[in-house]
């Protein structure tokens, strides 16, 4: 929902500073690399009950995640590099709940409702993105990407501010848990009704 009214916020020094990163040689798939492993290390700093490194590494991974785009940008889209992004991203979504769920007992069936509900907006993601690329639609509504990327309620940055909530008031998990998981639901649902609208003919 917020993230394509941020864009004119944040795409300017991403831009710059994927230009500096791209000078060096530093290329797109290794940012996100590099990302997936910050995730995967959140995950663990979470399970340990380590909040604040896991705040530290979910906010240094979306850090990551806005510039390998703008590196590739400066650079060269490529389609593996939109594979592997939107992989790095599910990494993330999924290690996030799942350390928060290893790390307390009381956190374990909400996180598995999160981390299900999460594959469920993924599905709905991407098969709208494969049935949109089939029909040759496009938007720019997100920036240059390699697919096409569907608006909807739960998006990146929401679920950024719920993952930092998670960190800062880790007591209150199974709760914030659950409510994201229902907005996660209202995103599928509107993600199907906007296929409906597209795809129906």
Known sequence: MLDARLRPLIDPPLKRLGHWLARWGISANLVTAAGIVLAVAAGIALAGGHTGAGL??????????????????????????GYLDIVG???????????????????LIPALVLASCFGLTGISFLAFAAIAAKRGLETNAHGRKSFFYNTGLAEGTETIIVFILFCLWPAHFPAIAFI???????????????????FKL
């Open 180 to 198: 994201y998981a229902g907005l996660c639901i209202v995103t599928v649902i509107q993600r199907t009704a906007a296929a409906w609208a597209a």
């Open 56 to 81: 530290v590494l979910v906010i240094a991974n979306r850090l990551l995640d806005g510039l390998d785009g703008a590196v590739a940008r400066a650079t060269r889209l490529s389609d593996f590099g």
């Open 89 to 107: 991203d599910f990494v993330f979504y999924l290690a996030v709940p799942l350390g928060f769920g290893l790390a307390a007992p009381a956190n």
